[in-house]
C-alpha cells in the first residue's frame, strides 16, 4: 500500500499537458520498478472465494449436524440392514446387470457407431433406425415389453424364410436377468454408440490420413491411432452412461427382478418403520458405486492422457495439496 | 535414367471444379522436384494422388513402373481393394504440412508404428528408428511425446517417420509452411540431406531458396496444369511463360 501511495506522490505529470495522467495509476519510474523486479509476484487474491467457502462450510456443517442430533436417521438400524443378506443379493443384482450392460453396451456402441461411420448404405442406415428407436423408447416401456415377449413371440428362433427354422420357447431360453440385462443394454447401446460416434469424429483427419500413407492396415488404423484418441473423450462421457445405467438398473424393479432399489422397496412395505435407515442404506450403496467407477475413471483417463497435454495431468493428492498450499511455487511436477 | 514417377493425363474435379486438368510429369529416380505455383492450383491435390489419397478421375500415376491405387482391367482402369492399395502407400512416403505425428504414441512409438504394424521385427525396427532419429537430430527425444516437441522437431520426427519405411519416393506437401521462419531452416537442412542418397523426392514448397540449392526440376503449376518445368536455373532465371514470371515477381 505505501508503495502505491508514495509512487503517486511523486508521480510526474506529462508534458505535454493533457490530463490522462491524473485519474489512470501513474508507473512508478524505472529505478523503483527495477526494485520491484527483484520481489516475488504476489498472486491474485480471492476474498470472494474464501467468504463463499466459509458460508457453504457453515450449513455443510449445520446439515452434519443434524445427521447426529436428529434421531429419526436412526444410525443403528443403518448399520445392521446395511450387511443384510437380503439387501446384499439385490445389491449383487444390480452390480451384476450394471456391469454385464455396461460391457456389452461398451462393445455393442462401438459396432453400431463403426456401422453409423460406414460407407455402407445398408449398414449406416440400419445403425440409425437403431438408435433412433431406442433412443425414443422409455426403458420401462422397453423392459415391460420384453417382460411380455413370451405372449408377443411365444417361440423365438431363426432361420431362412419359408426354409428351414430353428426354434425354442421364449420363456424358456429368456430368465428374467437376461431379459433385464437384455432391456438395458438395448437402450445403452443406443445411448454408448453416439458417444463412441462423437468421439471417433472428434479426432483430427490428419491422424487417419498419416496411418493411411503409412500403408497401416485399416484394423490397426482403428485399435492403435482412431480409437486410443477417441476414448479420451469417449471415458468421461462413458463414465455419466455407466452412472445413469446403475441408476436405470432400479427399474428392473418394475419387471420384478429384485435389485438394491427393489430390495429396500419392498423391505420398507414389510418394515414401514426402517425406511427411513433403509433408504440411507440404498443412497450408501450407491454412492460407493459411484465413487469407486469415479476413481477407476480418473486413473482410465490419466491413461488416456498420455501426450495430450505437455504435462501429466496431476493426482488428486498433488492438486489437494496445491489447492490448499496456494502459496507454494508453483509448475514443480513430479 | 530410369523414372520414379510417372504421371500420365491426371484429371480431377471436385464436383464441377476442375482442379487437375492433365497433368503429365515424369520424375527421374533420385532426384529432387520441387513443385511450385499459387495457392488453390492443384499443388497438393496432385501429391495426394500420387499415393492415392485423392482418386483421380481419369489418368494414371506410376510409381517404379506399378500403376497405384488401380489395375487394368478389360480395356479400363479399376480401383483395387484398399488392403492393396496400402501396401503401395507403404513404399511412398509422405510429409504432411501438419505434420499429423500421432499424439498419444511417443516418438519412438510414432517412427516405428508402421513397421511393426506391418508385421516386420520389433527389435530391429526400434533399432532403425532410433538411427533414423539420431539422423534428424532428435535421439534424445524418443521418449518424448510430439506436443512436447517444436514444430520443427515434430515435422523431423514426421520425417522420420516417413523414412523408416525406405520408400523409393517421398513427397512433401509443404513441410515448412506451419513453422516459425528460425525452424525452417532444421527442417530443410535434413530435406536436403536426403538429395542424393537415391530416394526420390517430390517438394511443394514456397521456398524458392531450397529449390534453387537443392531441386534437380522446378515444376510450375497453375490452375491445374502444369504451366512449364525446368531446372532451377531456367525456371528462376528465364521463365518462358508470363504466369510463372508473374507468380516469381510476387514470391521472389
Ligand atoms: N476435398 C475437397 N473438396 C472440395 N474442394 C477441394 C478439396 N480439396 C481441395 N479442393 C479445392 O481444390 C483446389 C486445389 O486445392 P489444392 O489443395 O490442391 O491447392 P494447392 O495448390 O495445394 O494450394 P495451397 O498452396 O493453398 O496449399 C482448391 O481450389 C481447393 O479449394
Ligand atoms: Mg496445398
Redesign the interface.
Known sequence: MSNILRSRSTERVPATGTDHGRDAPTAPDSAELERFAARPIRPLRHPARWIITALVVVVALNFAQTLFTNPAWEWSKVGTWIVNPTILKGLRLTLLATGISAVVSLAGGILVALARLSKNPVLSSLSWLYVWVFRSLPLILVLIFLYNLGNLYPSIGIGIPFGPQFQVKTVSVLSDLTLGVVGLSLAQIAYTSEVVRAGLLSVDAGQLEAAKSLGIPRRRQFTRILLPQALRSIVPAFVNQIIGLLQASSLLFYVSLLDLFGVVQNLGSTYPTDIIPLLVVASIWYLVFTSVIGVIQYYIERFYARGAAREVPLTPLQRLRRAVGTRRPTGAIR | MSTALEIRGATKAFGDKPVLRGIDLDVARGSVTVILGPSGSGKSTLLRAI?H?EKLDQGFVRVAGELIGVKVKGDRFVELH??DI?????????V?Q?F???????ILENVT??PI??ARDVAESREKALILLDRVGLADKAAA????LSGGQQQRVAIA??LV?EPELILFDEPTSALDPELVREVLDVISGLAGTGTTLVVVTHEIGFAREVADRVVFMDEGVIVEQGTPAEIFDTPSHPRTREFLSRVL
Not at chain 2, 496400402?86 to 509422405?94: E, V, W
Not at chain 2, 499429423?100 to 511417443?106: A, D, G, I, R, S
Open positions: 499415393n489419397l484398399e488392403r496400402l501396401t503401395q502407400r507403404s513404399r511412398i512416403g509422405f504432411f501438419a499429423n505425428l500421432f499424439p498419444h504414441l511417443t508404428e508402421a504394424s506391418l511425446y510430439p506436443r512436447q517417420r516417413a519405411l
